[in-house]
């Protein structure tokens, strides 16, 4: 019998059975996202600390408006 892992978003923790994943990797590690809160990475990257190692230190992409 073979074990599954079960990848899940690193912000709002819904499996990859319930929402699409997207697979990035930072600071030697792997961690997956999900499509709803790849925006929190790209515009509001601080929001993810304590859940991605080194995201206080994350700059947000530049907006113009």
Do not use: F
């Amino acid at each position: 019998m073979t074990q599954q892992t079960a990848y899940h978003c690193l912000n709002c923790n819904r499996p990859e059975t319930i929402v699409p994943l997207v697979a990035l990797r930072h600071d030697g590690r792997d961690a997956w996202i999900c499509s709803q809160c790849l925006p929190i990475l790209i515009h509001h990257p601080q929001r993810l600390t304590g859940k991605l190692r080194g995201a206080e230190t994350l700059t947000p992409a530049p907006h113009e408006h």
